[in-house]
């Protein structure tokens, strides 16, 4: 009788740990491709600031697979600089509470200020 029950505690011990493990893995790939789409992001609005205009649906939008981007423009020390945020939806099994991964960054914007100023908000 004991033995069972023993053996019935280790078994869902595994199974916890397991589903933990897992996402533990899954919200980390989550925080790495959110770091990866602000990046991309901010990128793509810095390099149409010096083509063709600042485009704030670029770093202000919401993608197929549910990525939430959004972009405002800080003043740092006199400088003006471009702020991304990006939340990439998972499904954790065990730690409920972990859903979205973010992931923000920040990027000088040099000559573009003004522009960006007169087409985003201030963070």
Not at 9 to 17: E, H, I, P, Q
Not at 57 to 70: M, P, Q, V
């Amino acid at each position: 009788m004991h033995t069972a029950i023993v053996l019935l505690s280790l078994g869902m011990a595994v199974a916890v740990a397991a589903g933990a493990l897992t996402d533990h893995a899954d919200l980390i790939t989550s925080r790495n491709l959110a770091a990866d789409r602000a990046e991309r992001a901010a990128a793509s609005f810095i390099e149409g600031c010096g083509s063709q205009g600042c485009d704030p649906g670029t770093i202000n939008t919401t993608k197929a697979d549910r990525t939430g981007l959004n972009g405002c423009v800080h003043s740092s020390g006199g400088a003006a600089v471009l702020r991304v945020r990006a939340s990439v939806p998972w499904t954790p099994r065990v730690f409920t509470g972990l859903a979205p991964a973010t992931a923000t960054l920040a990027v000088d914007l040099g000559g573009f200020s003004a522009a960006a100023n007169a087409v985003l908000d201030q963070c």
